[in-house]
């Protein structure tokens, strides 16, 4: 928005009043209306510019929700083990797992013995 220059304010309040027949008349009372206008015209460009900044920082975190958002619910991306030779989306078919190896009962494994093995 455009700013409010220091006597415009004034001037477009005075070309209203002699639009409905009232006229300024330079006075004290012309003076104060004068002032009272300079006074807001400031507080509108004033209002105007930090509008303007909150605007763009509110912009700013909206951003940042947005993308703390999206890392939040955006789906995960799958992760493949380096040396799979599967694509990590297609199915793998269930193996049939090996029955565990049958031990022969033998003799009893002594002290002695199991040393041997061990080392061999």
Same mark, same amino acid.
């Given at each position: %928005?455009?700013?409010?220059?220091?006597?415009?304010?004034? @001037?477009?309040?005075?070309?209203?009043?002699?639009?409905? !027949?009232?006229?300024?008349?330079?006075?004290?009372? /012309?003076?104060?209306?004068?002032?009272?206008?300079?006074?807001? $015209?400031?507080?509108?460009?004033?209002? @105007?510019? !930090?509008?303007?900044?909150?605007?763009? *920082? /509110? *912009?700013?975190?909206?951003?940042?929700?947005?993308?703390?958002?999206? *890392?939040? /619910?955006?789906?995960?991306?799958?992760?493949?083990?380096? !040396? $799979?030779?599967?694509?990590?989306?297609?199915?793998? @078919?269930?193996?049939?797992?090996? #029955?565990? #190896?049958?031990?022969?009962?033998?003799?009893?494994? /002594?002290?002695?013995?199991?040393?041997?093995? %061990?080392? $061999?």
């Amino acid at each position: %928005m455009k700013q409010i220059k220091k006597d415009e304010l004034y @001037q477009h309040l005075g070309d209203f009043l002699k639009s409905k !027949g009232v006229e300024f008349k330079p006075g004290a009372y /012309t003076d104060r209306i004068q002032r009272g206008c300079s006074l807001l $015209s400031d507080v509108i460009n004033a209002s @105007q510019s !930090g509008l303007a900044r909150a605007k763009v *920082e /509110t *912009e700013k975190k909206l951003d940042q929700l947005r993308q703390v958002i999206h *890392e939040k /619910t955006a789906p995960k991306a799958p992760s493949a083990s380096p !040396g $799979s030779a599967n694509p990590p989306t297609a199915k793998r @078919q269930p193996t049939k797992s090996k #029955p565990a #190896p049958q031990v022969a009962a033998s003799k009893p494994v /002594t002290h002695r013995a199991a040393k041997k093995r %061990m080392a $061999s």
